[in-house]
């Protein structure tokens, strides 16, 4: 994975804390950004209060898999330093310090003064931003001063959602090369997941996925993506005769909800039938089914690539080559389908667990060439 720059990490975190008043979580979202920016407070003659406080629990990310974090902020609102260890399963161990100065100025933007140290590594940088429009959608411009000398215009727009906040951002350098960087970040109570996607200054692609965790989980079974937001979730499963037949269903404030089977059969050549069917409604009041038969055979020298058919009920009949790899975080699930024209679709997921949460994290192509992207946490407890 590619980590982002100290500039993007600034930028996520200026992002989501302009939209946490806006938020029923925003307690959750501010402990577990690091360099978090708040906002200064428009009473300005008042003192800001003193923060003394702790925040502990689990971390699941892509680059180094399950673990648990400890951050610490001290200070003030304007005037904090925040201490962050992360400690992974895998051996690996992040610590991060940083010390945040915020200036409120007088034609309404606010300056940042940042000096972070990461297993070792200063960076320090000076940035000024100013957000524009009404709470929950905001459009920021600023410039960010690295210790380097770097400069860097920034350009974007920072929006509360129904599941949580989309950022997108785009940073030009003195010599005209951009970096942009997009963050959807879901909100379930005290589960929150970021998702960052782009590309750096250098060309290469930014990607980063990560699960975090802390206080009391929900207490009934939650989903929340990035279509319909945060709704009720269920499932369950029965096996008869050997077949095993999982189903699940879901309900949206928006109206959209949907229900699912999964009827799972072993056979006797050692390949495994999946007859999958979906009816759901939209959020539009649209109704809508489909179905599959996808019939697949693991690799006989007991690698990780699987091949198959599948044939669905829109009409599209072919075959399926891919993998599944197991992960020190989850799953890498890569599969290509190619239909009876030899036309192709693409279907990726990313899939981070940890206990009884789970995070896909999907992307591909439709047989039309649409993008087929979504982001989905699901909560069982």
């Given at each position: 994975?590619i980590n982002t720059?100290?500039t993007?990490v600034?930028?996520t975190?200026l992002?989501?804390?302009?939209?946490?008043?806006d938020?029923?979580d925003?307690?959750?979202?501010?402990?577990?950004?690091?360099?978090?920016?708040p906002?200064?407070s428009s009473?300005?003659h008042?003192a800001?209060?003193?923060?003394?406080?702790?925040?502990k629990g689990t971390?699941d990310?892509?680059a180094?898999g399950d673990g648990t974090?400890?951050?610490?902020?001290m200070g003030?609102?304007n005037?904090?330093?925040?201490?962050?260890?992360?400690?992974?399963?895998d051996?690996?161990?992040v610590?991060?310090?940083s010390?945040?100065?915020t200036i409120?100025n007088?034609?309404?933007?606010?300056?940042?003064d940042d000096?972070?140290?990461?297993?070792?590594k200063?960076?320090?940088s000076?940035?000024t931003?100013?957000?524009?429009?009404?709470?929950?959608?905001y459009t920021?411009?600023?410039?960010?001063?690295?210790?380097?000398?770097?400069?860097?215009?920034?350009s974007g727009?920072?929006?509360?959602?129904?599941?949580?906040t989309d950022?997108n951002?785009t940073l030009t350098?003195?010599?005209?090369?951009?970096?942009?960087?997009?963050t959807e970040?879901?909100v379930?109570?005290?589960v929150?997941?970021?998702?960052?996607t782009?590309?750096g200054?250098?060309?290469?692609?930014?990607d980063?996925?990560s699960l975090?965790?802390?206080?009391?989980?929900?207490t009934?079974p939650s989903v929340?993506?990035?279509?319909n937001g945060l709704?009720?979730?269920?499932t369950?499963?029965?096996?008869?005769?050997g077949v095993?037949?999982v189903?699940?269903?879901?309900?949206?404030p928006n109206?959209?909800?949907s229900?699912?089977?999964?009827?799972?059969t072993?056979n006797?050549n050692?390949?495994?039938?999946y007859a999958?069917?979906?009816n759901?409604i939209a959020?539009?009041?649209?109704i809508s089914?489909?179905?599959?038969n996808e019939?697949?055979t693991?690799?006989?020298?007991g690698g990780?690539?699987?091949s198959?058919?599948f044939?669905?009920s829109?009409?599209y009949n072919g075959t399926v080559?891919?993998s599944?790899?197991?992960?020190?975080y989850?799953?890498?699930i890569?599969?290509?389908?190619?239909?009876q024209?030899n036309?192709?679709?693409v279907?990726?997921t990313q899939?981070?667990?940890d206990?009884?949460?789970?995070?896909?994290v999907n992307?591909?192509?439709?047989?039309?060439g649409q993008a087929?992207?979504?982001?989905?946490l699901?909560?069982s407890?």
């Open positions: 994975m720059t100290a993007s600034s930028l975190a992002a989501l804390v302009l939209l946490a008043p938020l029923a925003a307690k959750q979202i501010a402990a577990h950004t690091r360099g978090t920016h906002l200064v009473v300005s008042l800001p209060a003193p923060i003394n406080q702790t925040t971390i990310t892509a180094n974090y400890t951050k610490t902020v003030t609102a005037d904090k330093v925040v201490t962050t260890t992360d400690t992974f399963a051996g690996v161990t610590t991060s310090k010390t945040d100065l409120k007088s034609n309404g933007s606010t300056s940042y000096t972070s140290t990461s297993n070792g200063v960076t320090t000076d940035e931003y100013t957000a524009t429009g009404v709470k929950g959608d920021v411009t600023g410039v960010v001063v690295q210790a380097n000398g770097q400069v860097d215009n920034v727009t920072s929006d509360k959602t129904s599941y949580g950022n951002f350098n003195s010599s005209d090369k951009t970096e942009t960087l997009n970040t879901l379930d109570g005290n929150v997941a970021n998702v960052q782009g590309t200054f250098n060309g290469k692609a930014i980063n996925v975090y965790t802390s206080g009391p989980m929900p009934t929340d993506t990035t279509p709704g009720s979730y269920a369950g499963s029965n096996i008869v005769n095993k037949t189903y699940s269903d879901r309900m949206f109206g959209a909800a229900a699912s089977s999964d009827v799972i072993s006797a050692g390949s495994t039938t999958q069917s979906t759901a959020s539009n009041g649209a089914s489909s179905g599959s019939t697949y693991p690799n006989a020298s990780d690539s699987i198959g058919t044939t669905q829109n009409g080559t891919g599944e790899v197991k992960t020190g989850g799953n890498d890569s599969l290509t389908y190619k239909d024209s036309v192709t679709r279907a990726d899939q981070l667990v206990g009884n949460i789970t995070l896909n992307t591909g192509t439709t047989f039309t087929s992207d979504s982001v989905g699901i909560v407890p």
